[in-house]
């Protein structure tokens, strides 16, 4: 590794996995610390998709071997194959089982540094970023590091880039990482064209404020789709994304298959395959729902989009599955979505996944929050999307919180299924309907009566209903999940001072000197001042 001595005064040098990385003191290109999370997740997916990319590669490869020379071959025959050296001949043979990455908004260049140092298999990154400055330290970063070999830097429009290497005219990337600072909704289009058939695809979005609902007008501008301000919030906006996604993939005949869905601190974070299939792209309506919260007790209802009526038949969804009023309050709904109602996450990716971070955790050092996610995330109904809040239920009933495992049991005695949520410390997510959730709410208030000023408020109504079921608030051994009993980092507390989303890099010389000047002549204009002289200026 080279020697920094001659650059110490413009530099400081960055530590993360096995990548060390030059940041200008100056802050001309986006660097967030808080985010190592983010990259060491995507270090881990990216390895065990690559694991499984090859194995499913050179099982189809057999396949056809076996078809041709009816010669059957056991799994530890594979095994080794797998694992075994090619003839340095075979360049062909080989790069076709190996990886290639674009990353779209490299910035410092530190995720494809450290793509090229910690993911086997990689054949070929680049590392792309529309920032001249950027690429210049990107450059600098992949001769400090020495990846030279494996990393190509680019100076380009992310999404120009993208429409050149796009499936139909040039060779794609097995994985297409959009990174982008706020929202990556302009980059989906392209995207989803340039990662190949069965690529992985991984998006992340920052701007959570729009996501969850505090500017609908702006995430239905952006997205296409309208998200509520519920307890259920940050899984919404992962499922309300991941729509968007499959709605530019639907264009292309495509379709997305979702690995991991994250809800992380500020952001979210998806990692999704990209196949290609008009018969599926078909019933995408019906993998699709509109939500009916209700802004009295937050309960919540499912409307389809479509449905599935038979092999290759389609049909507009019936409904809608409320009435006017909400049954349980008697307030009224607001309507969101469309949201992706199937599964955010693969379990047996996710198993795979967790295999991977156990067996390395010192490659990664946030290794342990990533098992306790991980583990919560394998424990999460894969079919119930959207959640409940324990402690917002109680509030709303202005009642004592009963615990959460009695709470928890209470819903497995009358057979439905529940789990924790990974975006929320006290989500109840749960197969039964709101009226059993309700109606165990009751129950505990009976045994911890409440008093209420008004009789027609909405709380008052919702207890005023005659449970139609027992609740059972004894604790069952089923009621506790291997991550509690475990104890396991699932929720961290804020991992620096004044954490969060970063501001953008900060430009420098020319380029601000101009923009001052074009505010100043625009604000001259609108004070209809005089603004003679600025052309020479210019």
């Known amino acids: 590794m080279t020697s920094v001595s001659s650059n110490e005064l413009q530099f400081n040098t960055v530590r993360e996995g096995k990548a060390t990385i030059l940041f200008p003191r100056t802050e001309e290109v986006f660097y967030n610390p808080v985010q190592e999370f983010n990259r060491d997740l995507s270090v881990a997916v990216i390895s065990t998709f690559y694991e499984v990319h090859v194995r499913s590669r050179l099982s189809r490869g057999t396949k056809k071997e076996e078809t041709q020379t009816c010669h059957v071959k056991t799994v530890s025959q594979v095994e080794t194959e797998v694992t075994a050296d090619e003839p ?63 990393v190509t830097p680019s100076c380009a429009d992310a999404s120009i880039f993208m429409y050149q290497h796009r499936c ?63 307890v259920f919030c940050h899984e919404m906006s992962l499922r309300l994304v991941l729509a968007c996604i499959q709605s530019h993939a639907a264009r292309y005949k495509r379709y997305i298959v979702p690995l991991l869905s994250v809800s992380i601190d500020f952001y979210i974070r998806m990692f ?122 109680a509030g709303f009933l202005h009642c004592v919180t009963p615990g959460m495992l009695a709470f928890r049991s209470a819903i497995l005695d009358q057979g439905y299924d529940v789990s924790f949520s ?35 408020s909405p709380a008052a109504v919702c207890l005023a209903k005659v449970p139609s079921i027992q609740a059972n608030f004894q604790i069952r051994s089923d009621a506790n999940p291997v991550s509690r009993q475990n104890k396991m980092l699932r929720f961290q507390e804020n991992p620096e001072v004044n ?21 100043w002549v625009r604000q001259c204009n609108r004070r209809g001042r005089d603004c003679k002289g600025t052309e020479q200026i210019l």
């Open 272 to 393: 999704v395959q990209v196949f290609t299939n008009a018969s599926v792209v078909r019933a995408s309506a019906s993998r699709l729902a509109y939500v009916y919260h209700c802004v009295g007790c937050e309960s919540f209802h499912l409307q389809p989009v479509g449905k599935v009526t038979g092999k290759d038949k389609y049909s507009p969804g019936t409904g809608p599955p409320v009435g006017e009023k909400c049954e349980q309050c008697n307030s009224i709904f607001r309507i969101g979505g469309p949201i992706w109602t199937e599964q955010i996450h693969n379990v047996k990716f996710v198993e795979k996944l967790l295999d991977h971070v156990r067996g390395s955790k010192e490659s990664y050092h946030t290794s342990d929050r990533m098992d306790g996610i991980l583990t919560v995330i394998s424990e999460e109904l894969p079919d119930a999307p959207l959640f409940y809040v324990l402690d917002k239920m």
């Open 499 to 519: 954490w969060g989303p970063k501001s953008r890099a900060k430009k420098r010389g020319m380029h601000v000197f101009v923009e001052k000047v074009i505010l």
């Open 422 to 456: 990974h975006c929320q410390k006290q989500a109840v997510k749960t197969n039964a309907p709101p009226h059993v959730l309700w109606d165990i709410m009751r129950c505990w208030v009976k045994e911890h009566p409440v008093k209420h000023k008004s009789e027609i």
């Open 88 to 150: 340095s001949g075979s360049a062909k043979s080989q790069h076709q089982h190996e990886l290639t990455i674009l990353e779209a908004l490299a910035a410092t260049g530190l995720r494809s540094v450290r793509y090229a140092l910690e993911i086997p298999g990689v054949h070929k990154i680049v590392a792309n970023d529309i920032s001249p400055e950027a690429v210049d330290l990107i450059k600098r970063n992949v001769t400090h590091n020495g990846v030279d070999h494996l």
């Open 168 to 230: 139909s005219k040039k060779p794609t990337f097995n994985v297409v990482d959009l990174d982008p600072y706020g929202s990556p909704v302009q980059f989906l289009d392209s995207g989803i064209q340039t990662v190949e058939e069965g690529g992985l695809l991984c998006v992340t979005c920052t701007d959570m404020g729009v996501l969850c609902g505090n500017r609908g007008e702006v995430a239905f501008a952006k997205y296409g789709v309208m998200p509520l301000r519920g």
